[in-house]
């Protein structure tokens, strides 16, 4: 069975929240996109006293992204900054955290979800200033900054072309990357998901 085209997960430990307004241009929706046109999966909630959450991470989000189609390099560079992210989560955010995935039709953004507002880095980017909650690394981001926020953020930086950021949410933060779905051989657009996959509701 497919882990995208499965039943609906079990309700959440962790925290949820709808994603970021504002997100970076890579990924953002284009004006008069709704919400509908997202759908969102839980793919791994984690508690407070699980050992070591990062191996079940990394092995749903490879057959995730796998049927998604998204190319076999790519998958390698996502399941290792998930990996540092939810790594970070486990080890310094109190509480059950959660991998989320949220699937458009250009983009599959990979969130992880924790319980410590505090967002990564020391301070603000500079260059233009982030939305309000939230801080991406689009922007110009000096290299001390990242030097700072530690080793898993500057793998997901260097990783992900830039294309991540944070949000402080009603009950800790999310920390997100960003993939580009592949095209169709046709060319004519993003290959279309095997099967609708029930959308998760709680965010």
């Not at 962790?14 to 793919?43: D, K, M, N, V, Y």
């Not at 955290?97 to 980017?125: K, M, Q, S, Y």
């Amino acid at each position: 069975m497919s882990i995208l085209s499965g039943p609906s997960p079990r309700p959440a430990p962790g925290p949820t929240q709808a994603p970021a307004r504002g997100a970076a241009p890579a990924t953002r929706e284009s004006p008069g996109r709704t919400r509908h046109s997202q759908r969102h999966h839980t793919l791994y909630d984690w508690t407070p006293t699980e050992p070591n959450p990062t191996s079940p991470v990394r092995r749903r989000l490879r057959a995730a992204l796998a049927a998604l189609r998204v190319p076999a390099d790519a998958v390698d560079d996502a399941v290792l900054m998930a990996s540092e992210l939810v790594a970070n989560a486990h080890r310094h955010a109190p509480g059950a955290g959660r991998l989320r995935l949220v699937v458009t039709a250009t983009t599959v953004r990979v969130e992880v979800h924790d319980g410590n507002p505090r967002l990564p880095g020391p301070g603000p980017c500079s260059g233009s200033p982030p939305a309000p909650g939230r801080r991406s690394g689009e922007i110009d981001c000096p290299s001390s900054w990242l030097a700072e926020s530690g080793r898993g953020l500057r793998i997901v930086h260097a990783l992900s072309g830039g294309r991540w950021g944070s949000r402080t949410t009603a009950s800790g933060k999310h920390v997100w990357f960003a993939l580009p779905r592949p095209v169709s051989h046709s060319g004519r657009g993003p290959l279309k998901h095997p099967g609708r996959p029930p959308e998760y509701e709680g965010g």
